[in-house]
């Protein structure tokens, strides 16, 4: 068994990523995977999730904020039930220190 740290596989869970400007109302898109590292591939190329191909399109800089490891979708409805990623994100939080 390989601890957390030398993982190297695919890695499943829940991901929040944080838009450098905001689109619209939007400044941050969370999602969940199988792989997650695969879909952030496919965010960066322009070809995931429509606010995402929306952000690639407007020129938005964005970066993946949170990973929250082997979470699944009910997790992930549950985050944006709660509205207001930015109370969460760690980026946000950061710039408000």
């Not at 838009?19 to 590292?37: E, M, N, R, T």
């Not at 399109?57 to 409805?77: H, K, M, S, T, V």
């Amino acid at each position: 068994m390989h601890s957390d740290s030398h993982h190297t596989g695919p890695i499943q869970g829940v991901y929040l990523i944080h838009f450098k400007d905001k689109l619209a109302h939007a400044q941050h898109y969370i999602g969940c995977a199988k792989d997650i590292a695969a879909r952030i591939a496919r965010h960066r190329a322009g070809r995931g999730a429509r606010l995402m191909r929306a952000i690639v399109a407007a020129g938005i800089e964005w970066e993946l904020a949170q990973i929250y490891p082997g979470q699944d979708y009910a997790f992930e409805r549950k985050l944006k039930a709660r509205h207001g990623a930015s109370r969460f994100c760690p980026i946000c939080k950061a710039l408000r220190d």
